[in-house]
């Protein structure tokens, strides 16, 4: 069926001879056999209507004017295609060829959540409990089955962290400077305009608009009239890290002066959560305003921000959660009648973008993006001078300590708020009359960062089968980091002063040390950044073979800038010196097309990659010191895929090696490597690991085959092997000590951490012709293990300060026995999925409902730390003895049954 669209033309600055100047656009929808797709829906982006494709797969568009066009191709059975193209006032007829679909890979239940709540610990150890980055849903099977099912479970393809991902805004980085790793909260809630990624690449493979990382690009193109015409209303209901979500989209389409519009505004919100004492409360807005000059000229404006107010929760050892079970949350107690949790982190960080797309000749395009970006991110904890630790779960407090019984310590497991405001009271009214401040504040840890980022994109067909992009990027970062006093609890002010070191000021300079409600205290300084980048790549396409290759360099400045003079360091005030770092790197990828079906692909990369700000400076609250041996990482990655693509069968076939070297790592916690009369000098430390190699290995294998044209199976299985493959140097820095060195720790081997090395998943899916579907998935992973501490696999673990020599007993069996690393056991998991669509006129309804966890597995530990306080032979053996250990390791587990119910409506 053929049906006429009446558009509105794009233009309003043209000529009225070309005002009405009308064009036919067609083409053919085909599948990769070249056999004609039926019935395919063509929506075109300007306009609410759609045409349909006839029995040979063909579609036309009439009397459209000229301007930029974006069509979106679906099929049941198929993935969705988008095309843009450009129509000019000469053209009467533009053929787009063949439009070449894909079998589908869907499985979900068109629905993913991420949840980044756990990016709000900061809890001490190497590693807090991992976000999960779900860049590449829906692309292959593999990608899709890892990103809805086993995505869900903290797995990571690869064991790529979030930090080796790529998210673009109209080609701006949303990655962090301070850790590099993408924050998804700045754009939490705008699910209705980042469903479909303008481009996304997997792993290593070469983008157009980035030279990317390990983990892949995603780029989203934000421009209004890219959007289909239509009004989205949609509600959630889960019981994740929020119970609701409502949200609300308009697109305007084109108008006939050139002016496109589309807004989307969402609230998702818990009075608490499935974790005791946890809620949340967060916005989510989207705006975006195009102008289209001419058919080569527009340009476009983008806002969107999410602010949010949400609650963590605690990691536990196992005895604590023995006693109170998988949901207790150590950050909250009772406060007249409500739960208050003091461990809050309110986040609201805006980011504004113009962009201009203007076309050169009939084959280049120039697009260029400015945007800034600003805000502030604060989280909260307890902080106490000359005071007991008011931590519910303090080792001493546990009953394994031998102090409380059980029965004691559940009466009192949670933060007893009535107790520090009457501390605060006795320390104001004391025996002589004198105020002497807060013992109990509320602190907010504050990052206030101000953004600036150009980025250009050319890109160009040199012929007809060969395409090349440039592009280029400028960043300038200020970055405000400072200690703020949130909430006195009743007292009249809080001491600027350090109690671990005889209550001298943290600020020197100042004479004031007195600080209330919104002063800075114990640490105030700036990160200042600026980052130049230039990628190249090419494609070209032959009959048999598809080669890409994509070069880049870039280079930083580095500089801290302290405010506080610490009175251990002199440096701690004004400008470091600049760290310079010089990056570059090649990829590639070259496609053999064995037929219509079959390919072999390989992907390779070698690249460079800066030091973040974290890396560079090695405790930059109270110094300006450079980390030693803090270096650029070098990174090797190779992949070769068999891959199938056909009506029945559907695989991907793939082997992959990765090394990272000369990797910086530094995570902070109390050591106490003092034993009996020796000195080792016990501290707060930053524990620095420098010159970590890392090696990824494995097999990935996604297949999705069609059993009947209804119903098909996933089957995916991954099996990696990710580990340290050296011994790494191992300093420390303290207050009071400096930098000291401890040598090498023996890691070599250990593996990993933060993910499963292993999972495997098998799924059923019906499809319906009547617009439903059901399915589910049994998902297995493999290979878990804890997070570990370094310093306690250096000598200084077995080495008697006093004499020298080892502690008595310190025998290599019983030293291993107490370094292991923890490996978790074996989880099975079963989710299940289920939807079904309306089409009432113009109205489009849909429902869905996914379940994770269906048996309720509260066993399986999604993270988790080794505690690296018995940094001594004597205390570590004897904590290892005891059936309640002191210092056991940190964990987070399952949150058990989630579910997922969401229902849209569009017209």
Same mark, same amino acid.
């Given at each position: 069926?053929?049906?006429?669209?009446?558009?509105?033309?794009?233009?309003?600055?043209?000529?009225?001879?070309?005002?009405?100047?009308?064009?036919?656009?067609?083409?053919?929808?085909?599948?990769?056999?070249?056999?004609?797709?039926?019935?395919?829906?063509?929506?075109?982006?300007?306009?609410?209507?759609?045409?349909?494709?006839?029995?040979?797969?063909?579609?036309?568009?009439?009397?459209?004017?000229?301007?930029?066009?974006?069509?979106?191709?679906?099929?049941?059975?198929?993935?969705?295609?988008?095309?843009?193209?450009?129509?000019?006032?000469?053209?009467?007829?533009?053929?787009?060829?063949?439009?070449?679909?894909?079998?589908?890979?869907?499985?979900?239940?068109?629905?993913?959540?991420?949840?980044?709540?756990?990016?709000?610990?900061?809890?001490?150890?190497?590693?807090?409990?991992?976000?999960?980055?779900?860049?590449?849903?829906?692309?292959?099977?593999?990608?899709?089955?890892?990103?809805?099912?086993?995505?869900?479970?903290?797995?990571r393809p690869r064991g790529v962290e979030n930090r080796y991902e790529e998210v673009l805004f109209n080609g701006v980085s949303m990655s962090k400077n301070d850790d590099g790793k993408v924050d998804f909260s700045n754009w939490g809630g705008l699910n209705d305009v980042t469903r479909y990624p303008f481009e996304s690449v997997d792993n290593i493979t070469p983008s157009e608009y980035a030279f990317g990382n390990l983990g892949g690009v995603v780029y989203y193109n934000t421009?209004?009239?890219?959007?289909?015409?239509?009004?989205?209303?949609?509600?959630?209901?889960?019981?994740?890290?929020?119970?609701?979500?409502?949200?609300?989209?308009?697109?305007?389409?084109?108008?006939?002066?050139?002016?496109?519009?589309?807004?989307?505004?969402?609230?998702?919100?818990?009075?608490?959560?499935?974790?005791?004492?946890?809620?949340?409360?967060?916005?989510?807005?989207?705006?975006?305003?195009?102008?289209?000059?001419?058919?080569?000229?527009?340009?476009?404006?983008?806002?969107?921000?999410?602010?949010?107010?949400?609650?963590?929760?605690?990691?536990?050892?196992?005895?604590?959660?023995?006693?109170?079970?998988?949901?207790?949350n150590s950050y909250w107690g009772w406060q007249d009648g409500e739960k208050r949790n003091s461990r809050i982190r309110k986040v609201f960080e805006p980011m504004f973008m113009i962009t201009d797309y203007l076309k050169l000749g009939k084959t280049s395009n120039w697009n260029n993006t400015l945007s800034y970006q600003f805000g502030r991110d604060g989280r909260s904890r307890l902080d106490w001078f000359h005071a007991a630790d008011p931590n519910p779960t303090y080792y001493?407090?546990?009953?394994?300590?031998?102090?409380?019984?059980?029965?004691?310590?559940?009466?009192?497991?949670?933060?007893?708020?009535?107790?520090?405001?009457?501390?605060?009271?006795?320390?104001?009214?004391?025996?002589?009359?004198?105020?002497?401040?807060?013992?109990?504040?509320?602190?907010?840890?504050?990052?206030?960062?101000?953004?600036?980022?150009?980025?250009?994109?050319?890109?160009?067909?040199?012929?007809?089968?060969?395409?090349?992009?440039?592009?280029?990027?400028?960043?300038?970062?200020?970055?405000?980091?400072?200690?703020?006093?949130?909430?006195?609890?009743?007292?009249?002010?809080?001491?600027?002063?350090?109690?671990?070191?005889?209550?001298?000021?943290?600020?020197?300079?100042?004479?004031?040390?007195?600080?209330?409600?919104?002063?800075?205290?114990?640490?105030?300084?700036?990160?200042?950044?600026?980052?130049?980048?230039? /990628? *190249?790549?090419?494609?070209?396409?032959?009959?048999?073979? &598809?080669? !890409?290759?994509?070069?880049?360099?870039?280079? =930083? %400045?580095?500089?801290?800038?302290?405010?506080?003079?610490?009175?251990?360091?002199?440096?701690?005030?004004?400008?470091?010196?600049?760290?310079?770092?010089?990056?570059?790197?090649?990829?590639?990828?070259?496609?053999?097309?064995?037929?219509?079906?079959?390919?072999?692909?390989?992907?390779?990369?070698?690249?460079?990659?800066?030091?973040?700000?974290?890396?560079?400076?090695?405790?930059?609250?109270?110094?300006?010191?450079?980390?030693?041996?803090?270096?650029?990482?070098?990174?090797?990655?190779?992949?070769?895929?068999?891959?199938?693509?056909?009506?029945?069968?559907?695989?991907?076939?793939?082997?992959?090696?990765?090394?990272?070297?000369?990797?910086?790592?530094?995570?902070?916690?109390?050591?106490?490597?003092?034993?009996?009369?020796?000195?080792?000098? /016990? *501290?707060?430390?930053?524990?620095?690991?420098?010159?970590? &190699?890392? !090696?990824?290995?494995?097999?990935?294998?996604? =297949? %999705?085959?069609?059993?009947?044209?209804?119903?098909?199976?996933?089957?995916?299985?991954?099996y990696g092997d990710y580990r340290i493959s050296n011994n790494p140097n191992v300093k420390t820095f303290d207050d009071d000590y400096g930098v000291r060195d401890w040598g090498t720790a023996k890691l070599k081997d250990y593996k990993i951490a933060g993910t499963p090395q292993k999972a495997y998943s098998f799924g059923l899916r019906y499809n319906s012709t009547k617009f439903w579907w059901i399915g589910a998935t049994a998902n297995y992973l493999q290979d878990q293990y804890?997070?570990?501490?370094?310093?306690?696999?250096?000598?200084?673990?077995?080495?008697?300060?006093?004499?020298?020599?080892?502690?008595?007993?310190?025998?290599?069996?019983?030293?291993?026995?107490?370094?292991?690393?923890?490996?978790?056991?074996?989880?099975?998991?079963?989710?299940?999925?289920?939807?079904?669509?309306?089409?009432?006129?113009?109205?489009?309804?849909?429902?869905?409902?996914?379940?994770?966890?269906?048996?309720?597995?509260?066993?399986?530990?999604?993270?988790?730390?080794?505690?690296?306080?018995?940094?001594?032979?004597?205390?570590?053996?004897?904590?290892?003895?005891?059936?309640?250990?002191?210092?056991?390791?940190?964990?987070?587990?399952?949150?058990?049954?989630?579910?997922?119910?969401?229902?849209?409506?569009?017209?």
């Open positions: 069926m053929i049906k006429k669209l009446s558009l509105i033309s794009l233009f309003t600055l043209l000529p009225a001879s070309f005002y009405f100047a009308q064009t036919t656009v067609y083409a053919y929808v085909k599948d990769q056999q070249g056999k004609p797709v039926e019935s395919a829906e063509i929506d075109l982006g300007q306009s609410t209507e759609s045409v349909k494709a006839d029995k040979i797969g063909y579609f036309q568009f009439v009397d459209l004017k000229p301007g930029h066009y974006l069509i979106t191709v679906s099929k049941q059975s198929f993935d969705q295609k988008i095309i843009e193209f450009d129509v000019t006032s000469s053209e009467k007829r533009k053929d787009l060829g063949v439009v070449s679909l894909v079998p589908s890979t869907s499985m979900g239940a068109g629905v993913m959540v991420i949840d980044d709540s756990s990016s709000d610990s900061d809890e001490g150890g190497s590693s807090m409990q991992p976000t999960v980055g779900l860049l590449s849903a829906g692309r292959d099977t593999f990608q899709n089955v890892s990103a809805f099912e086993l995505g869900a479970y903290w797995f421009r209004a009239s890219s959007y289909r015409k239509q009004t989205s209303l949609a509600y959630s209901y889960t019981n994740r890290s929020y119970f609701h979500r409502a949200m609300a989209t308009y697109s305007s389409g084109l108008s006939k002066n050139g002016w496109a519009f589309t807004f989307s505004g969402s609230r998702r919100w818990a009075d608490e959560g499935v974790i005791d004492g946890t809620y949340q409360d967060s916005y989510a807005y989207f705006g975006a305003i195009e102008k289209q000059f001419s058919s080569r000229h527009a340009i476009n404006f983008t806002a969107f921000g999410s602010p949010t107010y949400r609650a963590s929760n605690s990691p536990n050892t196992q005895e604590t959660y023995d006693l109170m079970g998988k949901d207790y001493r407090k546990l009953p394994g300590y031998g102090i409380l019984t059980e029965d004691e310590f559940k009466a009192q497991s949670q933060i007893d708020w009535e107790s520090l405001y009457q501390a605060n009271y006795n320390n104001r009214y004391n025996m002589d009359g004198t105020d002497h401040g807060a013992v109990y504040t509320i602190v907010d840890d504050v990052n206030k960062d101000k953004t600036i980022n150009f980025v250009s994109h050319f890109d160009t067909k040199l012929q007809e089968n060969w395409k090349l992009n440039l592009n280029f990027g400028y960043q300038n970062l200020k970055s405000d980091n400072f200690r703020e006093v949130k909430d006195l609890l009743g007292a009249s002010y809080a001491n600027n002063l350090n109690a671990f070191g005889s209550d001298q000021p943290y600020d020197l300079d100042n004479s004031t040390t007195q600080v209330g409600v919104g002063d800075r205290t114990q640490y105030s300084y700036d990160l200042l950044r600026n980052q130049y980048s230039f /990628n *190249a790549s090419t494609e070209i396409d032959f009959a048999k073979w &598809n080669v !890409t290759a994509s070069v880049f360099t870039s280079y =930083a %400045e580095s500089q801290r800038d302290g405010k506080f003079r610490h009175h251990n360091f002199a440096d701690s005030k004004g400008k470091s010196e600049v760290f310079n770092a010089l990056d570059a790197g090649i990829k590639g990828r070259v496609l053999y097309k064995i037929n219509g079906k079959n390919f072999i692909v390989y992907n390779g990369a070698f690249f460079s990659l800066a030091p973040t700000l974290n890396e560079i400076f090695i405790s930059p609250r109270v110094t300006n010191m450079i980390t030693p041996n803090v270096e650029n990482q070098i990174i090797n990655s190779n992949d070769l895929s068999y891959v199938i693509r056909g009506q029945v069968l559907k695989l991907r076939l793939s082997g992959y090696y990765t090394t990272i070297n000369n990797a910086t790592e530094i995570s902070r916690y109390y050591a106490d490597i003092t034993s009996g009369s020796g000195d080792g000098g /016990n *501290a707060l430390i930053a524990e620095v690991l420098s010159g970590i &190699n890392k !090696t990824y290995k494995g097999l990935e294998l996604g =297949a %999705e085959i069609k059993i009947t044209p209804t119903l098909s199976a996933t089957a995916v299985g991954s804890l997070d570990f501490s370094a310093l306690n696999k250096t000598e200084v673990m077995y080495t008697d300060p006093a004499t020298g020599d080892n502690y008595a007993g310190a025998t290599p069996e019983a030293i291993a026995q107490i370094t292991a690393q923890k490996k978790f056991d074996d989880q099975f998991m079963l989710n299940a999925n289920a939807g079904k669509s309306f089409l009432m006129g113009k109205y489009r309804m849909g429902i869905s409902l996914s379940v994770n966890n269906i048996l309720n597995n509260r066993n399986y530990v999604t993270g988790g730390f080794e505690q690296g306080r018995a940094v001594n032979f004597p205390e570590a053996f004897a904590d290892a003895q005891r059936d309640k250990p002191w210092f056991g390791p940190k964990l987070w587990y399952d949150r058990g049954t989630t579910y997922f119910a969401n229902v849209y409506l569009r017209f």
